[in-house]
């Protein structure tokens, strides 16, 4: 699933809305506010074009949406360039930054670039735990 600004920040709802989106959602506010009040975790990653830690974390979220997908966690990129209120509401202060959010409250964050298998952990452990 991508959410881009021109997609006016909705998440997509039903199984054919998904089906025309990816696994990876571009956050605005408003879509991200609308993802957040729902029931499936979220992992975001924070980031901007010009940080070089950022390109090179960019594959690996990637990956995990896809890896992902349809397994109960929204997986999603916040540009805060364009995205400075959300960047300021969670206390980002470095990017790359990764937050975890479950049930709307943040329950790990990782800052600065990590190997895929420290985001896999910490999706599964949040997945059996809904389980």
Same mark, same amino acid.
């Given at each position: ?16 809305? @998904? ?14 506010? /609308? ?19 950022c @390109? ?31 960047? @300021?509401?969670?206390?980002v ?16 964050? /990782? ?21």
């Amino acid at each position: 699933m991508i959410i881009e600004k021109g997609k006016d920040g909705i998440v997509p709802q039903t199984k054919m809305e @998904r089906m025309f989106f990816m696994a990876l959602i571009h956050f605005d506010q408003e879509g991200f506010d /609308k993802a957040l009040g729902g029931s499936e975790p979220m992992l975001v990653d924070f980031w901007a074009e010009w940080c070089g830690p950022c @390109r090179m974390l960019g594959p690996v979220i990637e990956q995990l949406a896809d890896e992902y997908e349809g397994q109960g966690v929204i997986i999603g990129k916040v540009n805060v360039d364009e995205e400075s209120e959300l960047a @300021r509401r969670y206390g980002v202060m470095s990017i790359p930054t990764v937050i975890l959010l479950k049930n709307g409250e943040e329950i790990d964050r /990782k800052v600065g670039v990590m190997p895929m298998d420290t985001y896999t952990e910490v999706l599964d452990s949040v997945l059996e735990q809904n389980a």
